[in-house]
């Protein structure tokens, strides 16, 4: 069987995101897992969330939320919102999970592919890649054809051609030209900001150079009653059905 891998991010504890995606990704074959991190933070399943991805041996890195939720560190510099719902998360996570978390690498290359959370430049600053002038530093540091990124919210297709130009293409599907390097960004599977709702991930098929975009359904209100019933903050439940 050819190998198919299933690449999802930007979870944030939204289980019932996350069970629509592992279901689809399953039914349509899926072999191999990875993830781009934020397993946590924002909504109200962070140890459900987390032992899935565990579950499933999913090649992970760590993503900021994972790293603050995980770490004890000041959350000064943190949006008051943001902050509430780390020191939430913190006090909600296992000893397991939380020890999980914090193994968790800045980055990885898995089986020829690379894997960060932000940028490969410097994983640890958390800078966000929206515009191709942003992805061009991690370019820089890609010696694979293809790495995966989280961290906006938005999925994206960054290519660099062999000629060193960098575009940014919609999150369509497509196949990998030999020559070019790609920076693509999965989405998110728990909190999307790209004004569609629906949970994202993609499948990469090694074997066909393809990538694969998928959008989902979910039960949104379901998510929401269950943030609502944490005592998170209400603007966290709103936010799901908006797609900001
Ligand atoms: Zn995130």
Redesign the pocket.
Known sequence: MDKKIAVL??I?ANIDALDVVLADAKALGATDWICV??VV??NACPNECCEKIRALGAATVC???DHYCAFDESLEDFHPLAAAVVAWTRRQLTTENREWLRSLPYQKVEKGLAIV?ATLDQPEHWGYVFETVEAEPSFTYQRTQLCFH??T?VPAVFVQHGFGAVDRLPPEDFALVLGRKYFVNTG?VG?PRDSDPRASYLLYEPARRAVTFRRLDYDISAAQSRVLAAGLPEHLARRLAAGR
């Open positions: 991010g930007d944030h991190g934020d933070g924002y993503g900021n939320h959370h989280g961290h919210h998110s909190q």
